[in-house]
């Protein structure tokens, strides 16, 4: 990880401690204590449909399984990132995507074990990848190349699914100017999907009108506060779940693990499977 993805990493932890402060997480000890004992454990199953503008017909009712954010480390235990998987297998994906972040703060303990619980994952149009923040661009990359997932930095691939032709770009999380992520759209065909670790990427999705964003990231705010809401996940166009912004449509996931404290509150981990519906253009 580069000075800049430290830096990003510390303000984004300052943020998260100030946050849990001012909320006075302290005070809600009995919740606090579900949350690091049951709560982050307990793996949910998303299911979303998403609207695609301008995509084939032919790729209506695509399942597209979505994992991300494992952050293994030493309170995200291989058990917990390995149930994640199971989970999401057993909904038989036609595509499975993943989002980034499979260790935390890049430590290199990790990477391979991160690396080899996500090898249990496969579908019939294949598995492909984007990096998180907290991932090493070389290293995380390898280890999941490895494993035969396809990992997309600054990249397109273009598979067949039905028959159809199928864009998947994916991005690093510093790649953010629309004239980069625009050179990587040329030649695509109408059915893309951008895939980007931060959902901070729908606006310039939106501008260059493409169609499906699918980011983690957020961890849903992993600390979600009656009355207070996610207090960690402050400045995102979309927190969890879907959302739109124009012709361009997202969805957010929670993801698996936690990161900085062990804790989940009122935000379960989860896999997701969003189905593609197809919407004409206005």
């Known amino acids: 990880m580069g000075s800049r993805g430290r830096r990003q990493t510390?303000?984004?932890r300052r943020d998260f401690l100030k946050g849990c402060a001012a909320a006075g997480i302290g005070a809600l000890a009995g919740a606090g204590a579900h949350g690091f004992l049951y709560e982050r454990?307990?793996?949910?199953?998303?299911?979303?449909?998403?609207p695609a503008s301008g995509w084939?017909?032919?790729?209506?009712?695509?399942?597209?399984?979505?994992l991300t954010d494992l952050h293994r480390s030493e309170t995200v235990t291989r058990e917990m990132s390995?149930?994640?998987?199971?989970?999401?297998?057993?909904?038989?994906?036609?595509?499975?995507?993943?989002?980034?972040?499979?260790?935390?703060?890049?430590?290199?303990?990790?990477?391979?074990?991160?690396?080899?619980?996500?090898?249990?994952?496969?579908?019939p149009s294949g598995v492909f990848a984007v990096l998180g923040?907290?991932?090493?661009?070389?290293?995380?990359?390898?280890?999941?190349n490895a494993t035969g997932i396809t990992v997309l930095r600054d990249a397109r691939t273009q598979i067949r699914v039905r028959g159809e032709p199928l864009d998947l770009v994916g991005i690093r999380y510093w790649t953010h100017r629309v004239e980069d992520i625009a050179k990587l759209l040329r030649g695509a065909s109408p059915n893309v999907a951008l895939?980007?670790?931060?959902?901070r990427r729908l606006s310039e999705a939106a501008?260059?009108?493409?169609?499906?964003?699918?980011?983690?990231?957020t961890h849903g705010g992993q600390i979600v506060v009656p009355g207070i809401g996610p207090i960690a996940a402050r400045g995102f166009p979309v927190i969890a779940g879907t959302g739109k912004r124009e012709n361009t449509s997202?969805?957010?996931?929670?993801?698996?693990?936690?990161?900085?404290l062990p804790v989940r509150l009122n935000c379960p981990p989860e896999v997701a499977v969003v189905t593609i519906q197809p919407v004409r253009l206005a």
């Open 207 to 217: 501008t260059l009108a493409i169609p499906v964003v699918i980011s983690g990231h």
């Open 250 to 260: 997202i969805f957010v996931s929670r993801g698996v693990g936690t990161v900085y």
């Open 10 to 12: 510390g303000i984004e």
């Open 41 to 50: 454990y307990h793996v949910e199953v998303t299911r979303a449909t998403l």
């Open 195 to 199: 895939l980007a670790h931060t959902p």
């Open 82 to 123: 390995a149930r994640a998987v199971d989970l999401l297998m057993q909904e038989r994906p036609d595509l499975i995507v993943l989002g980034g972040d499979y260790v935390t703060q890049a430590d290199p303990h990790y990477v391979t074990p991160a690396a080899e619980v996500l090898s249990g994952l496969s579908a």
């Open 56 to 66: 084939a017909e032919g790729l209506a009712g695509l399942r597209i399984g979505f």
């Open 133 to 144: 923040n907290h991932d090493d661009d070389h290293d995380m990359a390898a280890a999941l």
